[in-house]
């Protein structure tokens, strides 16, 4: 195997183009999400985390076939923090509690004594 059909880019085009494809649909997928949770559209929320799961369980298939170039793994690793990113708002968003145990944790810390 040549370096260029390592990297996805053989005869057959490789299947690391549908690769990167997969990860650019979750985070989309995520980014929707996002917007719904924004408006508080709970049930499209639940909706687009249902097709979250669909996409990655068939990226789960499709990625022990397909092998990332240097770029293109980069690309996955921008959008892996995109969709990290957008998950961690929409918990905020969802779970309102945590942000206020957060800000409670943050209050008791600076009232605790020091240390030695």
Not at 40 to 47: G, I, L, N, Q
Not at 72 to 80: D, T
């Amino acid at each position: 195997m040549t370096t260029h059909q390592r990297d996805g880019g053989g005869a057959d085009g490789g299947n690391s183009a549908g690769l990167i494809h997969h990860y650019e649909a979750i985070a989309s997928a995520s980014r929707e999400m996002l917007e719904a949770a924004r408006a508080e559209d709970w049930a499209s929320v639940a909706r687009i985390e249902e097709r979250c799961r669909e996409l990655i369980a068939t990226l789960k298939q499709v990625s022990a076939q397909g092998v990332l170039s240097a770029s293109e793994n980069r690309r996955r690793m921008i959008l892996l923090r995109a969709i990290l990113q957008d998950d961690a708002q929409i918990r905020v968003r969802a779970e309102p509690w945590l942000r206020d145990l957060e800000q409670f944790l943050v209050a008791a810390r600076r009232q605790a004594p020091p240390t030695s």
